[in-house]
């Protein structure tokens, strides 16, 4: 599962463009070029400054998405919102956020205790207003963590893809 997180106060961007088809090529899923595999999921943050003005998306990435979810991580507004729509992509709608018990290991428990943290770091960073390219390490670290915890490693290529676009560790 992908979750593309864009600017709703800012719209669709020609940088938002540029994300989308290192992801997902010029044809979108199952064309060339396409490194995603499984659903996606398009995140709105920062609704509480886009007001009601409508989310304006390119044809092939209102089809790309399964579902679209306003937030404002500022006013925490339509994260439960999120919660549900990610868990309809899982395949577990029935499931209620934060009502799932399961068992990890060390390793596992380990891993999301730095995932953890590696994600309360990228939103100290981004409610401080720091540059893009300094919160995204934090991004990075976090997916590498959860990918440990469920075995479905995140590819280099396509963490290469997404963040070659902010000039980190080049």
Same mark, same amino acid.
């Not at 509480?48 to 306003?70: M, Q, Y």
């Not at 899982?90 to 060390?106: D, I, R, T, Y």
């Given at each position: %599962?992908?979750? %593309?997180? +864009?600017?709703? =106060?800012?719209?669709?961007?020609?940088?938002?463009?540029?994300?989308?088809?290192?992801?997902?090529?010029?044809?979108?899923?199952?064309?060339?070029?396409?490194? &995603?595999?499984?659903? =996606?999921?398009?995140?709105?943050?920062?609704?509480? #400054?886009?007001? /009601?003005?409508?989310?304006?998306?390119?044809?092939?990435?209102?089809?790309?998405?399964?579902? +679209?979810? /306003?937030?404002? =991580?500022? @006013?925490?507004?339509?994260?439960?919102? #999120?919660?549900?729509? !990610?868990?309809?992509?899982?395949?577990?709608?029935? $499931?209620?956020?934060?009502?799932?018990?399961?068992?990890?290991?060390?390793?596992?428990?380990?891993?999301?205790?730095?995932?953890?943290?590696? $994600? %309360?770091?990228? &939103?100290? /960073?981004?409610?401080?207003? %720091?540059? $893009?390219?300094?919160?995204?390490?934090?991004?990075?670290?976090?997916? !590498?963590? #959860?990918?440990?915890? @469920?075995?479905?490693?995140?590819?280099?290529? &396509?963490?290469?893809? +997404?963040? /070659?676009?902010?000039? +980190?560790?080049?």
């Amino acid at each position: %599962m992908v979750l %593309m997180v +864009i600017d709703a =106060a800012a719209g669709w961007t020609d940088a938002d463009g540029e994300i989308f088809e290192s992801l997902w090529g010029k044809e979108g899923p199952g064309g060339r070029g396409c490194l &995603v595999k499984g659903p =996606a999921l398009l995140v709105a943050n920062k609704s509480d #400054l886009a007001g /009601s003005r409508p989310l304006s998306l390119p044809l092939l990435a209102k089809e790309t998405f399964k579902a +679209i979810v /306003s937030t404002s =991580a500022k @006013t925490r507004d339509g994260l439960t919102d #999120l919660d549900a729509a !990610i868990l309809q992509l899982a395949g577990a709608p029935q $499931l209620a956020a934060g009502g799932v018990s399961w068992s990890v290991n060390e390793r596992q428990a380990e891993a999301l205790v730095r995932a953890h943290e590696a $994600l %309360m770091a990228v &939103v100290e /960073s981004i409610e401080a207003d %720091m540059p $893009l390219d300094c919160w995204t390490i934090d991004l990075r670290s976090a997916l !590498i963590a #959860l990918g440990e915890v @469920t075995g479905q490693g995140v590819g280099e290529e &396509v963490l290469d893809s +997404i963040f /070659s676009k902010f000039c +980190i560790g080049k």
